[in-house]
């Protein structure tokens, strides 16, 4: 069929963390007994792909003979997943003379048996990476809605290999992915705080630490309602800013999980038998893991006191920096993961320490060793700490007063959260609980009345500088909720009711 060895070429991508790299995928057809060898340190799902695209190109008529070689450029790049189905079979077409792509262009896509596309992984990292090259892209159709999101990139879906060949013959012209609008931001909340009875603290403690992104902890017996009030957080959060929304939106893709909740924050719940790598990413591809799954949103770790210290401890560093480093041999990828972590834990072993229904049967020794489960370097991370107190039978049955919805509190915590983007974009921020220490000492002054009253608590409850400097931040989010520029004592006072929770709990 091919005896005058055209080197076919076509440009494809791999994925390098969140971002997109530009491969090019060699073929050389001589003759000889039938085999396909890949070379230019391709992963598993890579080599696996000589069987797949061999059966799609018999879909399109095309029966691959003789010895068939594919290099993927550069060589010491790794590559991976199946996403070079498709490149590697144009390559293999345009060898063999059956094609001539006449414009360079980004191809990726997996293929089906019979040549259908399938959704991969990585499309809008390659939309950022074609539109930055000003090359055109074809993704498979399943990946179009996400590509569209990428505002002034040329793309193109396709449906499968038979259309694709037939738009490179120039037989069928191109459908362009129209550009989509940048997600809906208004949507249901689910569970409504309407639907939680009584809970004046803890509704407040939500609202302050949705406001400015802080890290809460709720203490509670079974049944009080801990985690619903965790759940609801997510339903009045502010809705994703467009920088925002395409950091969430390059984290989904890498892991090819499409991003249909449109401006809604993540909201991810870690289990405490999940392991560190499902946490915080890595592994032999170097993913991203739930923590940066819920980047720019909530991280729910219900039953916080079950998680093995190791754990908590591999998430230290993702929550001081606000980024994951994954490393191994293959090389070292950075994913975002700024956080709103969300805790919730029995008050002691029993569960009923503090419940005014039921008497709590730990001894003192248990309530002491439970206490230091309550501890370190996680609970210093911990803004807000507040009880969920289980109610009394008559408040459960009380109808009168329904509670305020999550759509009336979300309200205040969006204009609260735009007084704070207002005043820190310029630094480089956009809300309270991101601030560094150098902003906050520059930036939150007090009165002289109210500074020798936090130096005075202070010195009281033994706070670090961490510490001072997170009950500065808090109080900055209570004034911005009231509308106030002034930091003042009320805020203060309010800050410190929240971190005394800490105190009573780290002995
Ligand atoms: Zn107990």
């Known amino acids: 069929m091919n005896n005058s060895n055209i080197i076919g070429s076509i440009s494809a991508l791999t994925l390098r963390g969140m971002e997109a790299v530009p491969v090019e995928v060699e073929v050389e057809i001589t003759g000889g007994l039938f085999n396909i060898s890949i070379v230019g340190l391709p992963d598993v799902a890579v080599k696996e792909s000589k069987e797949r695209v061999r059966a799609a190109l018999r879909s399109v008529g095309f029966s691959l003979k003789g010895h068939v070689a594919v290099n993927l450029a550069p060589a010491d790049l790794p590559k991976e ?3 070079l189905d498709l490149p590697i079979s144009l390559a293999m077409m345009t060898s063999a003379g059956l094609i001539k792509p006449a414009q360079r262009a980004f191809y990726m896509g997996e293929l089906a048996l019979d040549g259908r596309l399938r959704r991969v992984r990585g499309a809008v990292p390659a939309a950022f990476l074609a539109r930055e090259m000003g090359v055109p892209l074809y993704v498979p159709r399943e990946n179009a809605q996400e590509v569209g999101l990428v505002k002034g990139v040329t793309a193109y879906a396709v449906d499968d290999l038979a259309e694709l060949v037939a738009i490179l013959r120039g037989e069928k012209t191109p459908e362009p992915i129209a550009a989509a609008v940048m997600g ?3 949507f249901t909340a689910e569970p409504d ?7 004046a603290a803890a509704r407040r403690a939500a609202e302050i630490a949705a406001a400015g992104h802080h ?3 709720l203490l509670g017996s079974p049944g009080s309602g801990k985690t619903l009030i965790a759940r609801a957080m997510n339903g009045i959060l502010p809705p994703l800013t ?4 395409i950091e969430t939106m ?6 090819g999980i499409p991003s249909e909740h449109g401006r809604r924050r993540p909201f991810r719940t870690v289990h405490f038998t999940a392991s560190s790598v499902s946490i915080c990413g890595g592994g032999s591809s170097l993913r991203p893991g739930e923590v940066s799954l819920a980047h720019r949103g909530v991280l729910f770790l219900d039953e916080f006191t079950e998680f093995k210290r190791d754990l908590t401890e591999s998430l230290r560093a993702p ?3 606000g980024r994951v480093v994954v490393s191994r ?3 070292t990828v950075v994913y975002p993961s700024r956080v709103l972590l969300v805790l919730a834990a029995n008050p002691c072993a029993c569960g009923h320490l503090g419940d005014l229904a039921e008497k709590c049967v730990c001894s003192r020794l248990e309530v002491e060793r439970y206490k230091r489960k309550l501890s370190g370097p996680i609970l210093d991370r911990i803004d807000l700490q507040i009880s969920v107190p289980r109610l009394l039978p008559e408040e459960l049955l009380s109808f009168s007063n329904p509670a305020e919805s999550s759509a009336a509190i979300r309200g205040r915590v969006c204009r609260a959260r735009a007084l704070q983007q207002e005043r820190w974009s310029q630094y480089g921020f956009s809300c309270n609980a991101e601030l560094p220490e150098r902003i906050v000492r520059k930036h939150l002054t007090l009165s002289s009345e109210a500074r020798s009253y936090l130096a005075g608590m202070a010195g009281k409850m033994r706070l670090s500088g961490r510490g001072i400097s997170r009950v500065l931040k808090v109080a900055r989010t209570i004034a911005d909720l009231a509308g106030e520029e002034e930091l003042s004592m009320p805020h203060l006072a309010e800050s410190i009711m929240y971190r005394q929770g800490n105190m009573q709990w780290q002995s």
């Open 329 to 331: 041999a293959a090389g």
């Open 215 to 217: 890290n809460i902890l």
């Open 250 to 255: 390059l984290v989904r893709s890498t892991l």
């Open 193 to 199: 705080f309407s639907d939680i009875k009584g809970q």
């Open 184 to 186: 809906d931001d208004t």
């Open 81 to 83: 997943g199946a996403l």
């Open 319 to 321: 929550l001081e920096d």
């Open 242 to 245: 467009d920088e925002e929304l």
